[in-house]
């Protein structure tokens, strides 16, 4: 988050260049008066902007509309051959890379798979680095079209280097990540993790454009949330904000794989909600035995289907799921809370028809009525979408750096 | 909070004002140059600042100070006679009003105890008057040399006007109190909760001073956070952020008078330590059925003296509390918590004696690291001084404009 207790006018810059591109990558064609008049910037400030960011190629002149006799006023627009982003999506089982353009429409995407052995930070690197490498080969542009690489990784990270990371198989511990990336690939580089990059994303193209205080839950294998407040991404003191699936929602409770009981992960993440299908019918045909994707699959499916059984799991997953949201709301008062990740992809919608009529029993009614709750609308992967976005946002604060 | 993502000039400039200020007001005597060092601000900002604030009498030049040879530097101190300010806390036994000088030190307080059966908002809004009006008469000063009046009442505010209130007395819902105070006070008047204003203090006075990221948390009959962020207060969408209270840790647990289930306010607010007791030992001499202050203060005195069903009651609550921390310490990954209120006067240290060795079983370890954890060490009632440094905030916030 910008400091605007010990602010700057270049803070204030920086923040107004996003909100502004913000509005235009949303639309076509725009005027300077009319971004203007949406984003509440002066015409002057946005002028000012639209001119930086001219020069940066980010933006291009497109001809004039009609002002009903004025002086014509000229249209700009994102011009996508600006330059490449590209996102890195860093899970347990694969290495995501997409390649954007300037209008972050994908361009091209590498998958890579890891073996469940090859956990080792100079193995998931070089992954990492023959993505980015394919992708670059595949689009057919120059390395120096790049603006940057955002790459999301699980667990705790130190922007400036150290990650450690949360996957049960992976032991990593203040591993410089950021280092062994740079000794390979020359790009501008930014680091974060799954729930910062899927609340960018959410800010940029999804729920959470032009609200100020969006909380995007991820339901997947882990679980979390990604804040923003004043329309900006909430870091918190350590860069470690967000870790609702850690917080306590049933007092020694199931043993979670941070060392604790009763995290919200353990009920709503993929193998809690395995769980509660193991616990109401253990030899059910929906049970995937180390499978998560294929379990909630089946249970999206029976679900559909009627199937009394998945219908079950979906109403006791929404039990915990209704108040691990509603401690969201009552602590954090946002204006929209999404759902995002491949869980919610798959059971967000069944889910949020649970939750929503038990809500009021947990969340407090003044801001409950305030929040909009919603599965996230953005398609693909959110998570390589916010790491371009980081790419993007990096690139964008340094305009105008010497 | 201010909206930088939408951000003016002007905003930061508020901003900037209330670091500069907050700065200022914690030493005696300091230059420009100074100052600018510690806040980060620059030499000119600073300059310019302080040009405004001498001209709106809040601050004074006190002579030079010796720059070893170069040109000697003015040196400024806040000038306590530039204004009155005065706060008040509206409980639901007592009104309590303090009036305080331009550096916040109290001039005179004025307590007017409300019987159980006062709770009609014309009877509150007499005593928050007639308790201005015996302050001001106290201190000897005419209405005109008071920069503003801020007021705390439990509950929802809506700044603007509207107040529903939590007492579990009182049956307020949407009370225009703005506006039947104004009837009677014609004095820029501020309204907030007990929360926001007890944050508010320790941002200005207390552990909050030059941190970004601060959780208050409440600990009296009722129990609730106030939040800071990027310092500065945290409201969310509808002024209802920090309803830590009522966020659940255990699911189907003690009724709560919110009309929810298990809300952390019936395991660490006064009446749920009460019922910890009775649940421990119903015929306990500590126990004063029906008085939770002659409670608090005979567990204090037990748990001094080494009685085994006070400490037991502590170790109780503590295994709680510090569950509730860490959900707030893993979700928002603050700098610093501060205990705050009556209960955590009367019993803050035993408990947190108690709660920091478990902490690290439920926050994980990288935000718990980071995060101070404190008893407030304001004296007399945080409440009336924050709500008096609203009025403070808000006299800053109008300098300049027209």
Chains 1, 2 share one sequence.
């Not at 998945?310 to 709301?329: C, D, F, G, H, M």
């Amino acid at each position: 988050m910008i400091q605007i207790a010990k602010g700057t006018s270049r803070d204030i810059r920086v923040a107004n260049r996003f909100e502004l591109l913000r509005y235009i990558i949303a639309g076509a064609t725009v005027s300077r008066q009319r971004a203007a008049q949406e984003t509440g910037l002066s015409v002057a400030t946005v002028s000012n902007l639209v001119g930086e960011l001219l020069e940066s190629r980010l933006l291009k002149e497109v001809g004039f509309e009609d002002s009903r006799g004025g002086r014509p006023r000229g249209l700009v627009s994102v011009d996508p051959s600006g330059g490449i982003l590209i996102g890195v999506d860093v899970a347990e089982t694969y290495v995501r890379v997409e390649l954007f353009d300037a209008h972050l429409s994908g361009l091209a995407a590498v998958e890579e798979l890891l073996r469940p052995e090859e956990n080792r930070p100079d193995q998931v690197v070089g992954h990492v680095v023959s993505g980015v490498r394919a992708g670059l080969a595949r689009v057919g542009v120059p390395q120096d079209r790049v603006l940057g690489v955002g790459v999301s990784v699980p667990g705790q990270v130190d922007r400036d280097g150290g990650v450690s990371v949360f996957a049960p198989n992976w032991d990593w511990h203040d591993v410089p990540l950021r280092g062994l990336l740079a000794e390979q690939l020359s790009l501008p580089l930014y680091l974060d993790n799954p729930l910062r990059a899927a609340v960018v994303a959410e800010l940029w193209f999804g729920a959470g454009r032009g609200r100020d205080n969006v909380a995007v839950l991820n339901l997947g294998t882990g679980t979390g949330a990604g804040l923003a407040f004043a329309g900006s991404l909430y870091r918190g003191a350590t860069n470690s904000a967000g870790e609702w699936g850690h917080t306590t929602l049933v007092m020694d409770g199931r043993p979670c794989r941070c060392g604790s009981r009763g995290c919200v992960e353990t009920y709503v993440g993929a193998p809690g909600i395995m769980q509660h299908l193991r616990d109401l019918d253990p030899s059910s045909p929906m049970l995937r035995a180390g499978d998560q994707t294929a379990t909630i699959d089946a249970l999206a499916c029976g679900f559909e289907a009627g199937d009394p059984v998945a219908v079950k799991v979906i109403a006791e997953t929404a039990r915990y799921l209704a108040v691990a949201i509603a401690n969201v709301i009552n602590l954090v008062n946002p204006e929209v809370v999404v759902l995002s990740s491949w869980v919610a992809t798959r059971l967000g919608e069944p889910l949020l028809a649970e939750v929503r009529p038990i809500l009021g029993q947990y969340a407090l009614s003044r801001p409950l009525a305030a929040t909009e709750i919603a599965v996230s609308s953005l398609g693909g992967d959110p998570v390589v979408l916010g790491a371009a976005t980081f790419a993007l946002e990096g690139f964008l604060a340094a305009i105008g750096r010497p």
